[in-house]
C-alpha cells in the first residue's frame, strides 16, 4: 500500500503507486508513527523541493519525528503547490531564484528565505485557502506555469498546453483562452523573468512533432 505522501499540482497529497522524480517537504514533521498525515498538511511556512539524492544520504521515508517527505512529478509541479528550490541540495537553482525574486522587485543581491517564504505561503491555495485566486490569459504565461481550467491543471509549455496527471503530462492543444493561475504569482513572475523549472520528460517535445 502506497504512502500518502505524492503532491499533487493543487497541492494535494495523495496515496498513489507512481513515482515522482522530485523530493521535498513542508517545513518539518507532520505525520504519525504509523506514517499517516495529521490533519494539517504542512509544518511550518518553509516549503521546499529538493533532488532525490544528495550526498548518499539515505532515511526511511516518514520516520518517526522526523520531516515528512513529499514527492511530485516535476519542479514545475512543486512550484505550482507553492515550493520553491532547496538551499542545500540545490544550492544553484536556488540561487537563481532568489537573485531573480530580487531583480524583479528592483533590488539587488537575493532574497532571504524569511523574505520569500511568507509571501509563497500567503499565495499558494494548499495553505491559505483564501489564497487570492488570479485568472490569466493563458497565451501570456511563461512555460513552466500550471493553470487551473475547470478543476484540471494545465502546464503552459512550448506554446501548448499540458494535461497534468500523477503519471505525467498529456498532450492538449494550443494556448487559448483564460484560466485560473495554479502557481503562485511571486513564481510565476521568477518564471517570466527567466527560471527555468526541471520538467517531466513526457511534455519534453513539441506536441505532434516527429
Known amino acids: 500500500m502506497p504512502l500518502q505522501n505524492r503532491v499533487t499540482a493543487f497541492g494535494e497529497i ?29 509544518a511550518s511556512k518553509c516549503w521546499i523541493a529538493c533532488v532525490l539524492e544528495f550526498k548518499q544520504r539515505q532515511r526511511t ?3 518517526p519525528g522526523l520531516y515528512t517527505e513529499l514527492f511530485f512529478l516535476d519542479e514545475a509541479t512543486a512550484l505550482a503547490a507553492g515550493h520553491r528550490p532547496c538551499a542545500e541540495c540545490r544550492r544553484a537553482d536556488f540561487t537563481r531564484y532568489a537573485t531573480l525574486w530580487n531583480e524583479i522587485r528592483n533590488l539587488e543581491g537575493r532574497a532571504y528565505i524569511r523574505e520569500m517564504d511568507p509571501v509563497l505561503h500567503d499565495q499558494r491555495c494548499a495553505s491559505n485557502p483564501d489564497a487570492t485566486s488570479h485568472v490569466v490569459d493563458i497565451s501570456d504565461q511563461p512555460d513552466g506555469t500550471l493553470v487551473d481550467i ?27 483562452g483564460s484560466a485560473r493561475l495554479q502557481t503562485p504569482l511571486a513564481t510565476r513572475d521568477i518564471l517570466a523573468a527567466g527560471y527555468q523549472p526541471q520538467i517531466h520528460p513526457s511534455a519534453r517535445f513539441t506536441p505532434n512533432s516527429t
Open 14 to 42: 495523495v496515496a498513489t503507486p507512481a513515482r515522482g522524480t522530485m523530493m521535498g517537504n513542508r517545513g518539518g514533521c507532520f505525520h504519525d508513527v504509523d506514517r499517516k498525515l495529521k490533519r494539517r498538511r504542512w
Open 61 to 63: 521515508v516518514m520516520s
Open 150 to 176: 475547470a478543476g484540471t491543471a494545465y502546464l503552459i509549455k512550448s506554446g501548448y498546453t499540458w494535461q497534468w496527471t500523477l503519471e505525467g503530462y498529456r498532450e492538449t492543444g494550443e494556448l487559448t
